[in-house]
């Protein structure tokens, strides 16, 4: 009940903040002078979105971008979680290599994307790939920094007893990195429907991206609005998933003392 009412604590500024904007939305746009097809109101959208000839295509684009999105996340987690522990037992590899992966960050996704449609074509893997681009980094630089910045204390006192590398990577690295894990997973996973939608908008007839894009064409801000909400709560989502996978995980982990 306490950790309830405590969750609760910390959601509800935030929910009341959402539900006074959306008030303030829908009474400009009743009493307002703003045209519907420039702003239209929180009600509309909804009935647009909930209107029976939308609402199936709506879920069915849903389910594309979701599907583009848990590939790509996946992905890129399994090789941001690779790279960083194949960079950390192999230091002159890391040297040469993450100046280069923090120089990829800089190149913009959408010129990225035109060029892995030059080579791959325009099916699924060029669009998974683009989404792992983005979510592999911030889980790499996160987890470097965890298996770097471990205890020194226990970290010399396990070498003088003749723990090995991979021994002091799997009993100590390690478990120390996964806090730092799951802040790269949460970044990331933040990032990776956005990066869904740019790779839908490449050029497919499936997605959100995709239903957007139609949607703007046809001058129905209701279904673009609509899109919107629904890639927020598909990002809000897994974001809470990932903090709530964190959690579980890291019950092990003593209670932190009131004012520390």
């Not at 009600?43 to 209107?51: G, H």
């Not at 037992?89 to 996704?109: F, H, K």
């Not at 007893?161 to 997973?185: D, Y």
């Not at 995709?210 to 629904?230: N, T």
């Amino acid at each position: 009940m306490g950790n309830k009412t405590g969750v609760w604590a910390k959601v509800w500024p935030s929910v009341i903040v959402v539900v006074a904007l959306l008030a303030c939305w829908q009474g400009v746009t009743m009493w307002g002078q703003v045209d519907s097809w420039l702003l239209p109101s929180p009600a509309s959208i909804v009935q647009e979105a909930a209107s029976a000839n939308v609402w199936p295509r709506l879920m069915e684009h849903t389910g594309a971008t979701l599907r583009l999105t848990l590939l790509g996340f996946a992905g890129g987690s399994a090789a941001g979680f690779l790279l960083a522990a194949l960079l950390h037992l192999a230091p002159g590899l890391r040297a040469a290599v993450y100046p280069l992966l923090v120089v990829s960050q800089n190149v913009p996704i959408v010129v990225i994307g035109p060029l892995l449609t030059m080579w791959l074509g325009y099916g699924l893997l060029p669009k998974v790939l683009l989404v792992m681009m983005v979510c592999f980094f911030p889980i790499s630089v996160a987890m470097l920094g965890g298996l770097t910045n471990t205890d020194a204390q226990l970290r010399n006192y396990l070498q003088m007893i003749g723990t090995g590398k991979w021994q002091l990577f799997w009993r100590l690295e390690l478990p120390h990195a996964i806090i730092h894990l799951f802040s790269g997973l949460k970044l990331a996973a933040s990032y990776s429907v956005l990066s869904a939608i740019v790779a839908e908008w490449l050029g497919t007839n499936k997605g959100l991206g995709y239903f957007m894009q139609l949607s703007a064409k046809g001058f129905m801000p209701e279904r673009v609005f609509a899109s919107v909400f629904i890639i927020v709560a598909l990002s809000l989502s897994l974001f809470g998933l990932m903090t709530l996978a964190e959690k579980l995980l890291m019950r092990w982990r003593p209670a932190k003392k009131e004012g520390n």
